[in-house]
């Protein structure tokens, strides 16, 4: 069985921090990616980034380079991202999922089904 939790979602000022966690149980160590995507109200779903268990090679969306890091955490299976600088239009609810590969489309990710999901997190940038 494959098990995906996200954490950490909250209230932060603009330009302040927050850090979400993934943890992720029922796979092969380093056998896999794990990515951050998010959902604005009324908006598709679009990836925020990606990391190689196997490696700890990131990538990262546009919107949010230099801004987001995501790490891994072997040891515990559990992946982190920090948020720096935030702005008002990250606000969304926040995913993470267990992907086949960092190259995947969202469409693919979510295809995966459930299993592979996180329950989302919601994150609300506003003064």
């Given at each position: 069985?494959?098990?995906?939790?996200?954490?950490?979602?909250?209230?932060?000022?603009?330009?302040?921090?927050?850090?979400?966690?993934?943890?992720?149980?029922?796979?092969?160590?380093?056998?896999?990616?794990?990515?951050?995507?998010?959902?604005?109200?009324?908006?598709?779903?679009?990836?925020?980034?990606?990391?190689?268990?196997?490696?700890?090679?990131?990538?990262?969306?546009?919107?949010?380079?230099?801004?987001?890091?995501?790490?891994?955490d072997?040891?515990?299976?559990?992946?982190?991202?920090?948020?720096?600088?935030?702005?008002?239009?990250?606000?969304?609810?926040?995913?993470?999922?267990?992907?086949?590969?960092?190259e995947?489309?969202?469409?693919?990710?979510?295809?995966?089904?459930?299993?592979y999901?996180?329950?989302?997190?919601?994150?609300?940038?506003?003064?």
């Open positions: 069985q494959v098990h995906v939790v996200e954490s950490g979602g909250g209230l932060v000022q603009p330009g302040g921090s927050l850090t979400l966690s993934c943890a992720a149980s029922g796979l092969t160590p380093d056998k896999y990616e794990i990515g951050w995507f998010r959902q604005a109200s009324g908006k598709e779903r679009e990836g925020v980034s990606c990391i190689r268990m196997s490696n700890g090679d990131t990538y990262y969306a546009d919107s949010v380079k230099g801004r987001f890091t995501t790490s891994r072997l040891a515990n299976n559990t992946v982190n991202l920090q948020m720096n600088s935030l702005k008002p239009e990250d606000t969304a609810v926040y995913y993470c999922a267990v992907l086949p590969g960092c995947i489309t969202v469409k693919h990710a979510m295809a995966l089904g459930d299993d999901w996180g329950q989302g997190t919601q994150v609300t940038v506003s003064s």
